[in-house]
């Protein structure tokens, strides 16, 4: 205990409070920009596209007015989002969609710092900036408040990075 607590406090106070704004102001910029935005209603390309007309049929309550027709988008995104016709209603599936994103964010920065190394070589403060500025990152919080499929698949490219190298 006492050598996380110096680990802590060795860094200088500015630096801290440094660390500290970023986390702050990334997150509350974030959640609104963000993932207030997701969670209110499906957007961009997300909202064209889920869910398609063929797996339409298996929720005919969940409106398809707004989704162009035919398969489209590739196979990977209706497979991928096919769980959200579980969702009990409709309104519900932009918040558990946003939900589903944000875990996938959080795990995303996660394995990109397990891969990178970068946990091994620098304090847990500038691991803490990098988060804070990450949450910053305007194409993050555009593509989080678009639902854009992209978010899963990169959780799911860096996953398999992950576990390649303990399974060959």
Not at 53 to 79: C, I, L, S, T
Request: net charge positive; glycine share 6%; proline share 7%.
């Amino acid at each position: 205990m006492n050598r996380a607590l110096s680990r802590i406090t060795r860094e200088p106070l500015p630096r801290r409070a440094l660390v500290v704004a970023l986390l702050v102001l990334g997150a509350a910029r974030f959640a609104t920009a963000g993932f207030l935005s997701a969670a209110r209603s499906l957007r961009g390309d997300f909202a064209a596209a889920f869910p398609t007309e063929y797996f339409a049929r298996f929720r005919p309550d969940f409106p398809v007015d707004q989704v162009w027709k035919g398969w489209n988008y590739g196979p990977m995104f209706h497979y991928l989002t096919l769980p959200l016709l579980a969702v009990p209603r409709y309104g519900m599936v932009p918040v558990v969609w946003a939900i589903v994103n944000l875990a996938a964010v959080c795990a995303i920065f996660v394995l990109t710092c397990r891969l990178s190394g970068a946990r091994d070589r620098v304090s847990g403060w500038t691991v803490a900036a990098l988060a804070g500025l990450w949450l910053l990152f305007q194409p993050l919080t555009n593509c989080f408040a678009q639902g854009n499929i992209e978010i899963v698949e990169m959780l799911m490219i860096l996953v398999a990075l992950d576990i390649l190298p303990r399974n060959q």
